[in-house]
């Protein structure tokens, strides 16, 4: 039973256009959310991420909307540059078994940049 | 940026042996955690600690265990190997954001 999931696997999204990634969620006690994105034969690279008090968290090229009352989330990346094919991962913190805050992971949507 | 390091990168191995796969952290984080991923899905926790002699086992379930004897290093180890054990292992530590090591890629033949 997946409580976040990232619905796209893959989406290709010419350079100099707008990349948006989705994610939803199922867990109403998640209070915290954070997007990785990963290369291959390497570790998640922390991006960014949104407490669920705001709506919406801005960096640079990449800017993360919320909307608790749909368990939804997006990852804008505006311009897109082929830098950024990657794996993004969607994940979300909440309190866990034995009084922890533990990251449940998506499944991950492969952007790739079309020079 | 946080410097967390993994060894070996990749491992091939028989069944049965014992492995240890070993990560440490520079940045005196007090949490840290281990991973499992496999292609195209999505990481499963598998092990976590909030200290020093403190470990946890994750949501997924794992024939693996852990230890905790020093605050920068988290050493995650089999028994046995097999088969069913090839994947990729990804460390992480924390103070708020998770930092991922480079990870380990397992093939147990």
Known sequence: ?115 | EADIYQTPRYLVIGTGKKITLECSQTMGHDKMYWYQQDPGMELHLIHYSYGVNSTEKGDLSSESTVSRIRTEHFPLTLESARPSHTSQYLCASSENEQFFGPGTRLTVL
């Open chain 1, 1 to 115: 039973d997946q409580q976040v999931k990232q619905n796209s696997p893959s989406l290709s999204v010419q350079e100099g256009r707008i990349s948006i990634l989705n994610c939803d969620y199922t867990n109403s006690m998640f209070d915290y959310f954070l997007w990785y994105k990963k290369y291959p034969a390497e570790g998640p690279t922390f991006l960014i991420s949104i407490s669920s008090i705001k709506d919406k968290n801005e960096d640079g090229r990449f800017t993360v909307f919320l909307n608790k009352s749909a368990k939804h989330l997006s990852l804008h990346i505006v311009p897109s540059q082929p830098g950024d094919s990657a794996v993004y991962f969607c994940a979300a913190s909440g309190w866990g078994g034995a009084g922890s805050y533990q990251l449940t992971f998506g499944k991950g949507t492969k952007l790739s940049v079309i020079p």
